[in-house]
């Protein structure tokens, strides 16, 4: 008997929620290994800018869609760090889910494509699965 | 708050060398699509979907990592090729580096290719090698998945700082002076550090949803051990 995955995909959702609209306000600011990596050789101040020397990073250019309102994980205009960085992640999550959710709901197997045990098609009716389809 | 860049920028590679791994991601992300939709049901779907949320809001989480100055996050390879296997992870990890470079101007959007190589193709391809050898040799208890689930990350994240680094030798825009070796150096003692992290997040997150919902574990239900109902020989793990 196969059990229908939605409330554990419910539950995981608003896990999710909370990391990227509550606790992503206390994760490092540091610069990340790839960054940090790509900085060796030069000297960068306090906003770690580049000052001097000379890295791989000093090419870097700015992003097509640097003026984006949720670009750097933040909503523009909201002024309250803490409300921006959360606000962003919650919406990042909601986006994620709805366009990878989206494209693999589309892209499923149909209960139709598959022929069902007795070797006609199981049907379109989404709830009624037939046992031993897994997979 | 400055910028929060994650992944490559634009600048750091050059145009021609992006634009080769942006038909080379395309490609493979289309072979995926395919091999990935005979996994794809009524049940994988939205755990995809959730996972691919997960996997956004755990990569905001930029944690220390114990050397000065620097911080690591997960990349996810390795948690989505467990649950949802290879093909769906590796197009799960893809979704959420477009949705970044797209939305948030996280990693350039010409250099989507290049983070798409690394982390969603390089990433869950190493992770998936190793955890399907690990489950058949490592004791299926809590344990072994938990192992079986840090090494793969670890892994993961070194191998995929890897391919930065051998892209950077096709097309670095900075002349690093012959010194490729250190750029491969630094890169690979940091991301050993982030690995540890991604070990922890990725061996915690699948032993809590294998103690849930054991039957949503793609890799549970995909390299069954010897006693797999029908005789198959061993090899077929990689669907």
Same mark, same amino acid.
């Given at each position: ?135 | ?10 600048? =750091?590679? #050059?145009?021609?060398?992006? @634009?080769?791994? $942006? &038909?080379?991601? %395309?490609? /493979?992300?289309?072979?995926? *699509? +395919? ?80 983070? =798409?190589? #690394?982390?969603?193709?390089? @990433?869950?391809? $190493? &992770?998936?090698? %190793?955890? /399907?050898?690990?489950?058949? *040799? +490592? ?90 109902? $029908? ?9």
């Amino acid at each position: 008997m196969r059990k229908r995955s939605w409330g554990f995909v419910a539950a995981g959702l608003l896990v999710a929620l909370l990391l990227a609209g509550v606790v992503s306000n206390y994760a490092s600011s540091h610069p990340d290994g790839l960054d940090s990596s790509l900085l060796k050789g030069c000297t960068v101040n306090a906003d770690d800018e580049i000052t001097g020397g000379s890295c791989p990073a000093q090419r870097a250019r700015d992003h097509e869609l640097a003026d984006s309102p949720l670009a750097d994980y933040g909503i523009r205009g909201v002024d309250n760090g803490f409300l921006s960085t959360g606000l962003s992640g919650v919406v990042g999550v909601l986006l994620t889910f709805a366009v990878g959710g989206g494209l693999f709901w589309l892209l499923r197997r149909r209960p139709a494509d598959t022929p069902g045990p007795d070797g006609r098609p199981a049907g379109h009716d989404d709830d009624r699965q037939p046992a031993g389809t897994v997979g | 708050m400055e910028t929060l860049a994650m992944h490559i920028s634009n600048g =750091i590679i #050059n145009g021609p060398v992006a @634009g080769v791994f $942006a &038909a080379v991601a %395309l490609a /493979a992300l289309t072979f995926c *699509v +395919l091999r990935g939709r005979r996994d794809l049901d009524d049940r994988l779907a939205p755990m995809a979907g959730l996972v691919a949320a997960f996997i956004f809001a755990v990569q905001m989480l930029n944690f220390p990592i114990f050397t000065a100055g620097v911080s690591g996050h997960l990349l996810g390879g390795a948690l989505a090729a467990l649950l949802v296997g290879p093909w769906v992870g590796a197009l799960c990890v893809s979704v959420v580096l477009i949705v970044q470079a797209l939305v948030f101007g996280d990693g350039g959007v010409a250099m989507l290719g290049l983070n =798409i190589t #690394n982390m969603a193709l390089l @990433g869950t391809a $190493a &992770a998936y090698l %190793l955890i /399907a050898g690990l489950l058949r *040799v +490592l004791p299926r208890t809590p344990t072994g998945l938990a192992v079986t689930a840090f090494v793969s990350a670890l892994v993961s994240v070194v191998v995929a700082s890897q391919g930065f680094v051998v892209q950077y030798w096709l097309g670095g825009t900075t002349d690093l002076g012959g010194n490729l070796a250190g750029l491969a150096g630094t890169m690979a003692g940091v991301h050993l550090l982030i690995g540890i992290g991604e070990g922890l997040i990725t061996a915690t997150t699948v032993a809590t949803v294998a103690k849930v919902r054991p039957d949503l574990v793609y890799a549970l239900r995909a390299l069954k051990p010897a006693t797999a109902p $029908a005789p198959v020989p061993a090899v077929g793990g990689v669907r």
